[in-house]
């Protein structure tokens, strides 16, 4: 099973109109359960991008999604950068716990954090879902190039007639596999993009589509 996506594209935008959108969804017939019938069980966080104690995960009050939020998620070279830190990456992967007789699929992602890219450095942000026993898995990709200096912000979208559900009364673990990367080019200045802002917790948000099995 594998998710394709509609990519937007990345931006940049001022951090005073950095905004986390409300939740949306492919198909508004179709309403998630009720507060409380959700849970996520976190199995893993492993990455270079997530030390122990450096990413959390937590359901939206509402069902609709859940959030991750990191704290040392940061890719960087150019200047004094250790070499090891041109890319980082991160998995999350977890257990969604429904109630019997719905199933879902991932229909959108936001992500927001902040860049500092010199003339002709560029950066990468990738991610990629998928369900446990997937053989075949897309990824988007968002690319920024320098001069930049402020806060970026990129969207997944999955059309709704490519949502991948989960299969009905089957629990399989989802993995959430979002990486960084930054070249410097020709610059001998350090550039980096990170997936946090500076005004505080700014959180990926992944909205789920509910449908009834």
């Known amino acids: 099973m594998s998710f394709r996506l ?3 594209a990345a931006s940049v935008v001022a951090l005073s109109a950095l905004a986390v959108p409300g939740i949306s969804h492919a198909d508004e017939t179709s309403a998630p359960p ?4 959700v849970t996520l069980d976190v199995q893993t966080v492993n990455g270079s991008g997530c030390p122990a104690g450096t990413a959390s995960v937590a359901m939206q009050p509402d069902n609709t ?4 939020r990191y704290t040392d998620f940061r890719a960087e070279d ?5 070499p090891t830190a041109i890319r980082k990456n991160c998995q999350v992967n977890l257990l969604v716990h429904i109630p019997q007789g719905f199933t879902f699929a991932i229909a959108r992602a936001d992500y927001t954090g902040r860049a500092h890219l010199e ?9 990629n879902y998928y369900f446990q026993g997937s053989s075949d898995n897309s990824y988007a990709d968002h690319t920024f190039a320098g001069p930049l200096d402020g806060s970026w912000r990129a969207t997944d ?3 709704t007639t490519d949502l991948v559900y989960a299969p009905c009364g089957v629990t399989r673990s989802l993995n959430i ?3 960084l990367r930054v070249n410097a080019g020709a610059s001998a200045a350090k550039s980096y993009i990170s997936m946090r802002t500076s005004d505080g917790d700014v959180y990926t948000l992944v909205q789920f589509q509910w449908k009834q099995c």
């Open 6 to 8: 509609r990519w937007a």
């Open 78 to 82: 150019g200047g004094n950068a250790d």
């Open 177 to 179: 596999n979002t990486e």
């Open 34 to 37: 009720a507060a409380g019938q």
């Open 157 to 159: 979208i999955t059309a």
């Open 65 to 68: 999604g859940f959030r991750i």
């Open 119 to 127: 003339a002709g450095a560029t950066a990468l942000e990738r991610s």
